[in-house]
């Protein structure tokens, strides 16, 4: 992948970072996803007074991309607020998987500008899915 594309997913992760609502973990992340027709969709963890009903900043950039009438991903990024990388959670693994395919790549992103690169059949071998049919292309 172009590494000027990156770059500006990189940024767009960061600039969405600034805004997650992070007060009771303090962790602020934030991630960004790259679309088949080369449009970025960004967006920041949102946590809630009630725990459990906060949102990974992965979440809140899959939902503002299928709201916006695309369901393929090219590639993901994920910022981390410090100097270690901030690997998915489980569930974003399998919410990215759904979008994606096995070599999509998954760069991690540190606070210090360290970049990983991964995939989705690395970071969830043998993902779930319901078919081998593509339902990316089903409404
Ligand atoms: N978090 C994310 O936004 N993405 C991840 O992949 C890992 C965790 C958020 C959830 C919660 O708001 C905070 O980080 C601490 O777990």
Do not use: W
């Not at 540190?110 to 989705?120: A, F, Q, R």
């Amino acid at each position: 992948m172009e590494s000027k594309i990156i770059t500006q997913l990189i940024n767009s992760a960061q600039k969405a970072q600034k805004n997650a609502h992070a007060p009771y973990s303090g962790f602020q992340v934030g991630a960004a996803v790259l679309t088949e027709d080369g449009n970025i969709f960004c967006g920041c963890n949102v946590e809630n007074a009630a725990y459990p009903l906060g949102q990974c900043a992965e979440a809140t950039a899959i939902g503002s991309m299928v709201s916006q009438g695309t369901r393929t991903i090219k590639a993901v990024v994920i910022a981390s607020p410090n100097d270690e990388l901030c690997f998915p959670c489980g569930g974003c693994r399998q919410k990215i998987a759904e979008f994606a395919d096995d070599a999509t790549p998954i760069y991690l992103v540190t606070s210090t500008g360290d970049v990983e690169k991964h995939t989705v059949s690395e970071l969830l071998p043998h993902a779930f899915r319901l078919s081998h049919d593509d339902t990316r292309h089903k409404v």
